[in-house]
Nanobody, 120 residues
Framework: VQLQAFGGGLVQAGGSLRLSCVAS????????MKWYRQAPGKQREFVAR???????IHADSVKGRFAISRDNAKNTMYLQMNSLAPEDTGVYYC???????????????WGQGTQVTVSS
């Protein structure tokens, strides 16, 4: 079972990127899925969350610029990032509550992270 994040890269300020996070393995169902990010020398911080119902929450710092979504049929979560600024630079991690086949309760998993660099 693993979470894999894709889509990071180098972009100029004002540009856009779309991150993806795919959950794979013997998964029965997926609960909340989240994005976090960690800038150099700083603590990891919450970016956005999407429930399996589609309900979303975004951190104040990204509201109006980023949009989280998911495709339950593909076990995939997305983060559309627009109007990127240098302070958005960091490693973006996906996180999800996964219920594995044969299990009753969800367990929390982290992906490996994808680097986003925004140049000024």
């Amino acid at each position: 079972v693993q979470l894999q994040a894709f889509g990071g890269g180098l972009v100029q300020a004002g540009g856009s990127l779309r991150l993806s996070c795919v959950a794979s393995g013997s998964i029965s169902s997926i609960g909340a899925m989240k994005w976090y990010r960690q800038a150099p020398g700083k603590q990891r911080e919450f970016v956005a969350r999407v429930h399996n119902s589609g309900t979303t929450i975004h951190a104040d710092s990204v509201k109006g610029r980023f949009a989280i979504s998911r495709d339950n049929a593909k076990n995939t979560m997305y983060l559309q990032m627009n109007s990127l600024a240098p302070e958005d630079t960091g490693v973006y991690y996906c996180n999800a509550d996964l219920i594995l086949d044969g299990m009753k309760y969800a367990r929390n998993y982290w992906g490996q992270g994808t680097q986003v660099t925004v140049s000024s």
